[in-house]
C-alpha cells in the first residue's frame, strides 16, 4: 500500500508542476511543462533519500517515470477546465503534500530515523518538490509565506508517530494521517488562518 500512495502522490504533484508551468505561461512546449511536472514530482523524495544516503527510488523504478508522464497527460488533457477553476493547482498541491508527508516520514522510520527526525523528513519530502516548482514559475516559494502548509505537514507526521505508537493499524494510520495535513491545509485557506506574524 505504501508503494502504491507513493507512486500516487507522484501522480499528483506531477499535474501540480504541469498546471503551474502551463498557468504562468512560461512553459508552452511539451519539455517545458514535462520538465516542471518531474521536478516538481521528485524533488522532495529525492532531497529525503540523499538525505537518507539512498540511491533515489525513481532512479530504479520505471513506473515512477510512467506515473509522471500520466500526470502530464493529465494536466494537458483537461488544462482547460482545471485552470478555469483556480483552486485546482491548490487542490493538487494539497493532496499531494499529505501523502508525501506519510511516505516520507514511513521510508525515514524504516531506515531506522528516530521518530523526531523522521517528521521532519517527512515535511521535507512533501514540500521540497513544490519549493522547486514555484522557484521554476518565478513565485514565492508557499513555505515561505504566512499560510498554513509546512506546518499541516508537520501535524500529519506528528498524529501518524502517535497512532503508531498506540498500536493503530498501519492502513488506517496512513489514511488519517494523510487526511489530516488535507483537512488543515483546506481549513486554513477557507477560513483565512496563517501563521503569527513576526513584528520588526
Not at 144 to 152: D, E, G, L, P, V
Request: charge should be positive; glycine fraction near 12%.
Amino acid at each position: 500500500m505504501i508503494y502504491w500512495f507513493d507512486l500516487f502522490g507522484t501522480f499528483v504533484f506531477a499535474i501540480s508542476g504541469a498546471l503551474a508551468a502551463w498557468d504562468k505561461k512560461m512553459y508552452h512546449d511539451i519539455f517545458g511543462v514535462s520538465f516542471t511536472a518531474f521536478v516538481t514530482a521528485i524533488g522532495g523524495g529525492t532531497m529525503r533519500d540523499l538525505i537518507l544516503g539512498l540511491r533515489p527510488v525513481w532512479v530504479g523504478d520505471k513506473n515512477y517515470i510512467l506515473a509522471i508522464a500520466c500526470g502530464v497527460g493529465f494536466a494537458l488533457l483537461f488544462r482547460a477546465r482545471l485552470l478555469r477553476y483556480r483552486r485546482s493547482l491548490f487542490l493538487f498541491d494539497t493532496i499531494g503534500i499529505g501523502f508525501y508527508t506519510v511516505i516520507g516520514l514511513q521510508k525515514a522510520l524504516l531506515n531506522g530515523v528516530h521518530p523526531w527526525a523522521g517528521v521532519i523528513l517527512g515535511m521535507i519530502s512533501a514540500i521540497f518538490g513544490g519549493v522547486i516548482r514555484d522557484m521554476m514559475v518565478n513565485e514565492i516559494p508557499l513555505i515561505f509565506s504566512r499560510q498554513i502548509y509546512a506546518t499541516a505537514c508537520l501535524a500529519g507526521a506528528a498524529l501518524y508517530i502517535g497512532l503508531r505508537q498506540l498500536g493503530v493499524d498501519e492502513n488506517w494510520n496512513m489514511i488519517l494521517a494523510i487526511a489530516l495535513v488535507i483537512a488543515i491545509r483546506l481549513t486554513s485557506l477557507k477560513r483565512g488562518w496563517s501563521l503569527p506574524y513576526l513584528k520588526k
